[in-house]
């Protein structure tokens, strides 16, 4: 537990319920991470502080230990920074209750050091906890590669992601999560999770692009060459006679570059676009076409 958690609402942060899932709590955040994006708010200080807001809500109420930690805590109620000795009146402190009700005559440690923590007893010199958090950056972040900063107990601490950064990565900071009790206690490891963006036409599977591109049934039947775009440019793609609806095609090495090791390759699949509307002339080609048709019969295999 922390001081700094004393008096802050991370459930108002997000905007969810006290009863929320770790799921619905999930997608508040996200939902609030992209709205307040530095990258999307760029000069926005409000924003900024909005994302540091909800960053923090989620660092605490997104880990189940830690939720467990700040649930307890709040159900303190305002008293929980001040506990002390007891009263003029000779009223035990939760402190002293603490000390005295433990199993087996275990003090108030077991609540996780709140005497340290509240001014109630010795320092101890405990490391610090480790900090679960994540990031959100977008597909050409996560293709170029990034730095980002994350706020850890007022340090801001620069988080490198290199190119190809898939969406899902988990990495470890040792020794730059929560600082321990004393100047001198190792600090914990800061865990982050990267949360990568989506493309409008491109998606990831590794280090392959897939892109679907539609052709005409004309395309399909005679064959042709076509256009198609890649992360840095365009490329010519030759379809061949006779091309099937969902075939595929690889583009060797346009996918994406990664620091190490050989790119991907770019994945293209076809979609046959068959025309809503043709003019007479159309209509009167392909009708003969279809009278001296002497392919099989698609459906056979059906037994009709």
């Not at 010795?122 to 990034?146: C, K, L, W």
Request: charged content about 25%; aromatic content about 6%; proline content about 6%.
């Amino acid at each position: 537990m922390r001081k700094e958690w004393i008096g802050t609402d991370f459930y108002s942060v997000l905007g969810v319920q006290r009863t929320a899932s770790a799921k619905e709590i999930k997608k508040a955040y996200r939902k609030l991470a992209q709205e307040f994006h530095p990258d999307t708010n760029a000069g926005d200080d409000t924003a900024e502080t909005r994302f540091k807001e909800v960053s923090e809500a989620y660092e605490v109420l997104g880990d189940d230990k830690k939720r467990a930690e700040y649930d307890q805590l709040q159900r303190m109620g305002p008293t929980a920074g001040g506990f002390g000795g007891p009263t003029r009146s000779g009223t035990t402190s939760f402190e002293d209750l603490f000390h005295q009700t433990g199993a087996g005559g275990a003090s108030f440690d077991v609540m996780g050091g709140l005497g340290d923590l509240f001014g109630g007893g010795r320092p101890r010199n405990r490391p610090g906890q480790d900090v679960t958090t994540s990031i959100a950056i977008s597909f050409h972040e996560g293709i170029s590669g990034t730095t980002k900063q994350i706020n850890v107990d007022g340090e801001m601490i620069k988080v490198r992601l290199p190119k190809g950064t898939e969406d899902g990565t988990k990495l470890r900071l040792r020794g730059k999560g929560g600082r321990g009790s004393t100047s001198s206690s190792p600090r914990g490891d800061l865990y982050v999770t990267v949360q990568v963006g989506s493309h409008p036409i491109f998606e990831r599977r590794g280090l392959d692009l897939l892109l679907t591109a539609p052709i005409t049934f004309v395309e399909a039947t005679l064959g042709a060459k076509i256009t198609v775009p890649t992360l840095d440019g365009k490329v010519t793609l030759k379809i061949p006679a006779g091309t099937q609806p969902g075939r595929t095609f690889s583009v060797k090495g346009r996918g994406v570059d990664p620091e190490k090791g050989d790119p991907g390759n770019l994945l293209v699949t076809v979609e046959v676009v068959i025309p809503t509307k043709i003019t007479p002339e159309q209509r009167a080609l392909l009708e003969k076409f279809q009278d001296n048709d002497e392919g099989p019969n698609p459906r056979e295999h059906l037994g009709v």
